[in-house]
């Protein structure tokens, strides 16, 4: 005697019945019920109202013995097991043969009960059988093609490769999914019918439609993917909440911050432009730390603090033996430095044209020669570029290579000064604050009565400066408070400042007239810039030519930042 599993039973291909000792039908599967309403029966009739000699089918001998019984106007064959029920009560199961399927006059009539596609073949490949189903699925009236042979079907493209003449090929079921014109994919699964010689007769083709399981797998993988990118976006805030955290709360930053972490996953050329001081090494790091090149090396330069001599030997090294003074053995340049990694070049415009000429080749290209050197070097370094001119100046090509321009700035990204973004003053006065009495073991606060004074301030140094001020304070505190008399002491900043107010120059000592007038000059120049918050504004003031402060700045004779 044994004991049956319900849900073993539904996954059976053949019809199944399991009868207690009355004769009374307990359990029947999918099957089972398509076999006995073909035959005009209810799935919970009484064995003798299928056929009055079902009670003598009783196992006698050895059970499993296959016996005949008839169902409507076929006969099928059936094999008897006495199983064991629940309390202890004993009854029958019934397993009827698949082949007698086949047999049965109005076999297409019971196929057609069935809602699952199923289609038959027999072992020339030639199509027997399709139910309702399988047009219904597929969107196709699949029962013209019933007496057609399935190779000659996918010669036509009539339909896609079945699974049913891959398991003819390879002589063993195949699994396979298709999806058809109208949108369905059908899970295909095929079964052997074998005659006694293990040769193959016919093949069953089942198929369920996943189309929707299919679909919530995809917007599973999707919402997976979508938290992965999640993850690694928290993961990068991570990373970068030490000193080159971007701090910000306005949405001009947040839009910012969103370009910068969409294209560290590309290695197109970024152009960053904005006023000094706005953070745009800090973006440039994020998009390094956010990205595919995040293992490698980041190397920022300033190109306005390489002399115009050495620029080339700076960026592409040189050989031993280039030039006199040259070191023995050579030397690497920056983009040897760089490789794989990140090459940040702050202040691009300061490069000459002869050296954006070959910036531009190396970018074109992706290779270069070291100085002395006939023999190029493949080079494989992501490109940030950054300047403090305006847009305009960049694309009207007198400032800086037009070409060059368009070359580097694939994606530019703005960075507004502070004063556009005032929304990030406090956020960034407290991320500062908190860092600093970290740095100098204090607990400086600063007084409320103060944040509207930085709040309405314009801030022409922009984030830097108020790095700089805010540190100022902690380095005159007298007490654990910080306000008003300690800000006047340090800045004399007023809300809005205007040339009318400005003090006059006064001499406190004698000096040769040259170095007075470079002192003058260099005041005129950080007070002018200090007012514009850029170079070319700070030379309107003065009615001069920006040329002339950048080259005061080049000789070290001004220090603006």
């Given at each position: 005697m ?28 999918d ?21 009055p ?6 196992p006698v ?16 064959r ?52 399709l ?37 003819l ?13 109208s949108g ?25 439609d996943?189309?929707?399981?299919i679909q ?6 999707s ?22 955290r ?5 949405e ?16 197109s ?25 995040a ?10 603090a ?16 280039a ?27 300061q ?5 954006q ?12 020669m ?6 190029t070097?493949?080079?494989?370094v992501r ?26 700035s ?17 956020p ?5 604050l ?36 805010i540190?100022r ?20 900043l007023?809300?809005?400042?205007s040339p009318?107010?400005?003090?006059d ?6 000096m ?10 260099e005041?005129?120049?950080k007070r ?34």
């Amino acid at each position: 005697m044994i004991t049956i599993e319900e849900h073993f039973l539904k996954q059976l291909v053949n019809p199944v019945l399991i009868a207690d000792g009355g004769g009374s039908i307990l359990i029947t599967n999918d099957p089972a019920e398509s076999m006995l309403r073909s035959a005009g029966l209810r799935s919970n009739c009484a064995l003798s109202e299928i056929d009055p000699h079902f009670g003598s089918l009783e196992p006698v001998g050895a059970p499993g013995k296959t016996r005949s019984v008839r169902i409507g106007k076929a006969s099928r064959r059936v094999k008897v097991f006495p199983v064991g029920l629940e309390g202890g009560k004993n009854g029958h199961l019934y397993l009827f043969d698949t082949a007698d399927i086949l047999k049965m006059t109005d076999f297409d009539t019971f196929l057609d009960y069935i809602d699952v596609a199923i289609g038959i073949v027999n072992k020339d490949g030639v199509l027997e059988h399709l139910n309702e189903a399988m047009s219904k699925y597929t969107g196709v009236n699949m029962k013209e093609w019933t007496g057609r042979n399935l190779s000659e079907l996918v010669e036509e493209r009539a339909l896609p490769y079945p699974a049913s003449l891959n398991a003819l090929r390879e002589k063993k079921p195949v699994n396979t999914n298709i999806t058809y014109g109208s949108g369905t994919t059908l899970q295909y699964r095929s079964m052997l019918c074998m005659d006694n010689r293990g040769q193959i007769q016919k093949i069953i083709i089942t198929g369920q439609d996943v189309t929707r399981m299919i679909q919530l797998e995809s917007d599973l993988s999707s919402s997976e993917t979508l938290k992965d990118q999640y993850y690694k976006q928290l993961n990068t805030l991570e990373i970068i909440l030490g000193r080159d955290r971007l701090v910000y709360s306005s949405e001009p930053m947040k839009r910012v911050a969103q370009i910068a972490v969409k294209a560290s996953n590309f290695d197109s050329p970024v152009f960053l432009w904005g006023e000094s001081g706005v953070g745009k090494e800090m973006v440039a790091k994020l998009i390094h730390k956010s990205g595919t090149r995040a293992a490698g090396p980041f190397v920022g330069v300033n190109c306005s603090a390489i002399p115009s001599e050495l620029m080339e030997s700076e960026f592409f090294g040189y050989e031993e033996g280039a030039f006199t003074g040259a070191k023995r053995g050579g030397r690497k340049g920056l983009f040897d430095e760089a490789e794989k990694g990140t090459l940040f070049l702050d202040e691009i415009n300061q490069l000459s044209l002869g050296m954006q000429s070959k910036l531009l080749r190396v970018i074109q290209e992706n290779e270069y020669m070291r100085v002395g050197s006939n023999k190029t070097i493949s080079t494989n370094v992501r490109i940030i570029a950054a300047t403090n001119l305006s847009w305009d100046q960049l694309a009207d090509g007198t400032e800086f290579r037009r070409d060059l321009f368009y070359r580097l700035s694939v994606i530019p990204i703005n960075i507004p000064p502070l004063r556009q973004r005032r929304e990030d003053i406090l956020p960034l006065i407290y991320f500062f604050l908190k860092r600093l009495n970290l740095k100098y073991s204090t607990s400086i606060r600063i007084n409320n009565s103060l944040l509207p004074r930085f709040y309405n301030y314009d801030w022409p140094g922009n984030v830097r400066e108020l790095k700089n001020v805010i540190e100022r304070l902690l380095v005159v505190a007298n007490t654990d408070e910080v306000g008003d008399a300690e800000y006047d002491l340090i800045n004399h900043l007023e809300t809005k400042k205007s040339p009318d107010h400005d003090e006059d120059i006064s001499i406190a000592r004698l000096m040769p007239l040259k170095q007075a007038m470079e002192k003058v000059e260099e005041i005129l120049f950080k007070r002018a810039y200090q007012e514009s918050g850029s170079i070319e504004k700070a030379a309107e003031l003065l009615d001069i030519n920006p040329s002339t402060i950048y080259r005061r700045i080049k000789k070290g004779r001004v220090e603006l930042k």
